[in-house]
């Protein structure tokens, strides 16, 4: 069993910054693939940012110049620093842990939620013009 608690949500005006953060516990493996999806209200959740079992990162084009992935091994913590925050950034964002082996960014169905097999609780950022 895998717990991934999520928190450093909240509410900004549009330009503004947040640095989400993603504890992990329990069957953790630190070459476990992890990523941050986000999900807007009435939307489908969509893959933001991407770590995998090589250390390799990717975050997706539509924000790739605003947040930055980065994850400490040590303290089996996965973080996502937002800048220049947007109306469009407003969504409920969650943190998700493959255990299904070794993946990487390179091979098809990285981005895919059903890739990933534990999932934290969310955290609300919500961003006003």
């Known amino acids: 069993q895998v717990q991934l608690v999520e928190s450093g949500g909240g509410s900004v005006q549009a330009g503004g910054s947040l640095t989400l953060s993603c504890a992990a516990s329990?069957?953790?493996?630190?070459?476990?693939?992890m990523a941050w999806f986000r999900q807007a209200a009435g939307k489908q959740r969509e893959g933001v940012a991407f770590v995998d079992s090589y250390g390799i990162t990717k975050v997706v084009d539509a924000v790739k110049e605003r947040f930055t992935i980065s994850r400490d091994k040590v303290k089996n913590t996965l973080i996502l620093q937002m800048t220049n925050l947007q109306p469009e950034d407003t969504a409920m964002y969650y943190c998700?842990?493959?255990?299904?082996?070794?993946?990487?960014?390179?091979?098809?169905?990285?981005?895919?939620?059903?890739?990933?097999?534990?999932w934290g609780q969310g955290t609300q950022v919500t961003v006003s013009s």
């Open positions: 998700a842990t493959s255990t299904q082996g070794l993946f990487s960014i390179r091979w098809p169905g990285y981005d895919a939620p059903t890739q990933y097999d534990y």
């Open positions: 329990g069957s953790i493996d630190k070459r476990n693939m």
